[in-house]
């Protein structure tokens, strides 16, 4: 009796063992976890489990790299790992929402999080999250040959104009008005050029700075910098200012565009106490009588 008792309870117990993994065998079982765990290692996608007290379940490699984690986290808290501030908000759910973006100390992030249920019970949450430095950088880069593109566009456009005055006044025979007009506009670029350069560092600063103005004046816009400018940081992150002020002057000139003339646009760089960087234009505002302060 007591056979045929234990060998219906160990029938009842295999039958609802093979109903809780799905009718597959432990040899099943273990492939299976071994391809997860080589799927969840092998993606360049970083990702994060965390089940509803807010501990890790699973975590991979890219993961582990993107937030500098060590390698036993699981059952940790997320709050133990990292400091507070917008990325730990991101990952416990304070702050909700698709592709956010997070910027960290050596990283842009995309960051995405959603609850995960089974049969209609919470078991936790999965947050992935996206390396977007390379081609936020590379997005950089473009728009940087973008505008260096259109600033030897405009420079062209302005070159044939003055030639086509030198050759209108040699074909008058007015060979001094020319050779006048050929003097004062080298001399005009030449001094604008020396006076950015000999006030303006990193070089490449004072090159976009003479690019912006021959391309504003294209569109009728005068940008000027002020005559206390001066900003001499050889060393500072090149890229990062180009854009900051290529940005400032690009909106500047953009408000510009529909107003009447004169259209002018004035910036100022100083580097006594730290980076300041101001641009401010002449077109009507709402908020500012005078125009607009973009620093």
Avoid: W
């Avoid at 995960?116 to 390396?131: C, F, K, M, Q, W």
């Avoid at 973008?146 to 405009?154: I, K, Y």
């Avoid at 006048?180 to 090159?207: H, K, Y």
């Avoid at 529909?258 to 004035?266: I, N």
């Amino acid at each position: 009796m007591v056979l045929v008792i234990s060998a219906m309870g160990s029938a009842l117990l295999a039958r609802r063992i093979k109903r809780v993994t799905f009718d597959l065998e432990p040899v099943e079982i273990a492939s299976l976890l071994q391809e997860r765990e080589a799927l969840l290692h092998g993606i360049r996608e970083a990702m994060i489990g965390f089940d509803d007290d807010g501990r890790v379940t699973v975590i991979n490699s890219e993961a582990r790299s993107l937030l500098h984690l060590e390698e036993n986290v699981l059952g940790e808290k997320i709050e133990d790992l990292l400091p507070p501030g917008r990325l730990r908000s991101l990952l416990t759910g304070e702050i909700s929402g698709t592709d956010q973006i997070v910027i960290t100390e050596d990283a842009l992030l995309v960051v995405n999080r959603m609850s995960v249920a089974l049969a209609g019970r919470s078991i936790g949450s999965v947050v992935t999250l996206r390396d977007r430095t390379e081609v936020e950088g590379l997005v950089r880069d473009l728009r940087s040959v973008e505008g260096l593109m259109e600033a030897l566009r405009a420079q062209e456009h302005e070159y044939a104009n003055r030639l086509h005055v030198v050759d209108g006044l040699l074909e008058l025979g007015d060979v001094d008005q020319a050779r006048n007009f050929v003097s004062r506009i080298s001399d005009t670029s030449r001094s604008l050029g020396e006076g950015l350069r000999s006030r303006i560092e990193p070089p490449e600063l004072a090159a976009l700075l003479l690019a912006k103005i021959t391309v504003a004046a294209e569109q009728d816009v005068e940008i000027s910098v002020t005559d206390d400018s001066q900003l001499r940081q050889p060393f500072l992150e090149t890229q990062a200012l180009l854009t900051i002020v290529g940005n400032l002057l690009d909106n500047a000139v953009e408000i510009l565009a529909e107003q009447p003339t004169p259209r002018e646009v004035t910036i100022q760089l100083d580097d006594s106490s730290g980076i300041f960087i101001c641009v401010t234009d002449n077109g009507r505002c709402s908020c500012r009588i005078g125009g607009h302060d973009h620093r």
